[in-house]
Nanobody, 122 residues
Framework: VQLQASGGGLVQPGESLRLSCAAS????????IGWFRQAPGKEREAVSC????????YYADSVQGRFTISRDRAGNRMYLKMNSLKPEDTAVYYC????????????????WGQGTLVTVSS
């Protein structure tokens, strides 16, 4: 069971990035998925989650309207499209899967990716 996150990088404010997370060893479509981030000196926080049962989504207030979570069942991948990036979005972003409300309590996460760094700076 493995998650491999990619797609991070250095961008200027207002630009976009798409993070990708590839799953191996299991079928991602059966699980709830989520993206989390940890900025320097801060605790990890939930960014967005997508439930497998009904497709319901959660977005943190700080990213609502700018970020979009999705999954590609055929490719066994999950994505986080990030638009209108701000310097405060700078963080290491982690993908996670599990069964339950991941964004409410990451106790429900059973697998984590290794993290990909997003830096937003002019």
């Amino acid at each position: 069971v493995q998650l491999q996150a990619s797609g991070g990088g250095l961008v200027q404010p207002g630009e976009s990035l798409r993070l990708s997370c590839a799953a191996s060893g299991f079928t991602l479509g059966y699980f709830d998925i989520g993206w989390f981030r940890q900025a320097p000196g801060k605790e990890r926080e939930a960014v967005s989650c997508l439930a497998s049962s009904d497709g319901s989504t959660y977005y943190a207030d700080s990213v609502q309207g700018r970020f979009t979570i999705s999954r590609d069942r055929a490719g066994n991948r999950m994505y986080l499209k990030m638009n209108s990036l701000k310097p405060e979005d700078t963080a290491v972003y982690y993908c996670a899967t599990g069964q339950g409300p991941l964004c409410t309590d990451d106790y429900y996460a059973s697998a984590w990716g290794q993290g990909t760094l997003v830096t937003v700076s002019s």
